[in-house]
């Protein structure tokens, strides 16, 4: 447990040293949900039907864009490899490093996205369930793309390779996702998704990090 | 025979889907002769 | 026994032997499916002819999943196993898993547009056939991005494995997303009742496809163990 939050301050250190890191994939976030209106049109009922499905994209375009950085710094300059033979389990770092990640742009995506909510005309219980959902299915996105952003070291094109190997094992949360959101928009119970949420968590939380340990392996091989 | 290729009056699709099966299998045959 | 041949220098010869047998067997299913396909099946009452295209859409689309899972197999295999022959067969059938899913896609498309009225349909099927389609991509391109092929046919492995466990789940996922949204538009799935002889064809065109299968991948395995064994005695010999 110690070596968890060891683990965990060090990567919060680094990232507040590089905060413009941070603050970019935030940024990102918020334009890219401002230019879906100026593509498809401002007429309110569209969007507001559309709200659930942008944020989240937007959220899932974030994801994968802050993703790479997750390892690659650190394979670089060998303390993946010194942290790999260090006395902490694997699973321990790469939990950390997941951590770390959620709470540097997962976290920070789910409390803007009510405010990008207002500017499609989102009723009140919406944007609730929308940042609800949101901080249920970011973790999702951030244990699966731990597996991704390793698998992904020392490969070329990391970045545009990490994207087509981690948005289609992105649908579901993406269906589930703003399904619970347009499910209240419709007026249904959106409780069955949130369920769903909440078990693609759990296994996520499962194959994410097995899956990351086993491609540090093989990279660091 | 005339017939068979109409298909009646589905024959772009029909042989459009059979044809570009072909096509596919014939590269992917064609992939391997490195 | 069947360990001597997990080296790739004696699977070699093996496949080699195999190859045109398999060739055979798919050319013969194939034309006895074809056979009942345009000759012995009647015309349809609602799709008339076209409805013939799910001769070829239905095996295509059950050869794309089915080596989706049986390459993953060997992948785990050779993850679990350190067998370099393993990740090979993975990496030779995957070409032809992603060509059986397009193939899939674009005779839906052709199905779609005389029956239905729209090339495209967000059909449960057809949408898990897409993502199924980048799963494939997703595995050639990473294989692609590694040079060492030892640490590709792993990450490759890895890969395979994750998303054979989530091909259930994405599944479900777009069943659940398709239901809800189904409006008066009606699924390329609901099929006219499967009549004996429909079925025949399709079985027949699906064994045709499954020795297609083994035969290319065979012979792609072969291709390959002569790229990543050229420095090696028995080949250069």
Known sequence: ?221 | MSEFLAMGGYGLYVWGSYGVALLCIVLDVLSLKK | MLYKLASPQAFFPVAGTLIPWFGALAAALALAGLYVAFIVAPTDATQGEAYRIIFIHVPAAWMSMFLYLIMAGWAGLGLALNTRLSGMMASAIAPTGAMFTFIALWTGALWGKPTWGTWWVWDARLTSELILLFLYLGFIALKASIDDPLRADRAGAILALVGAVNVPIIYFSVQWWNTLHQGASVSLTRAPAMAMTMLTGMLLMALAAWMYSIAVSLARVRNIIQERERHAQWIQA
């Open chain 1, 1 to 221: 447990m110690a070596g968890f939050s060891l683990l965990l301050r060090r990567e919060l250190r680094i990232a507040m040293r590089r905060r413009g890191d941070v603050l970019n994939v935030l940024v990102f976030f918020v334009i890219v949900a401002s230019l879906f209106p100026l593509g498809v049109g401002p007429e309110p009922s569209q969007l507001r039907a559309m709200a659930p499905g942008v944020v989240w994209i937007g959220a899932l375009l974030a994801a994968v864009l802050s993703l790479p950085r997750l390892f690659a710094a650190d394979y670089a300059d060998g303390t993946l490899e010194q942290l790999l033979v260090s006395a902490q389990p694997l699973p321990v770092l790469v939990l950390a490093k997941i951590a770390a990640h959620w709470l540097l742009s997962g976290l920070p995506l789910a409390i803007v996205a009510p405010l990008l909510g207002l500017q499609y005309d989102l009723p009140g219980d919406a944007l609730f369930a929308l940042m609800a959902s949101l901080l249920l299915g970011t973790p999702v996105l951030s244990m699966l793309g731990a597996a991704g952003a390793a698998l992904v070291l020392g490969a070329r094109a990391a970045g545009a390779l990490t994207a087509l190997l981690l948005l289609p094992l992105y649908v579901p949360v993406l269906i589930f996702g703003a399904g619970a959101v347009n499910a209240l928009l419709i007026g249904i119970n959106p409780s069955a998704h949130f369920s769903v949420l909440g078990a693609l968590l759990a296994v996520s939380s499962l194959i994410g990090p097995w899956a990351a340990c086993a491609a540090l392996r093989v990279a660091l091989d």
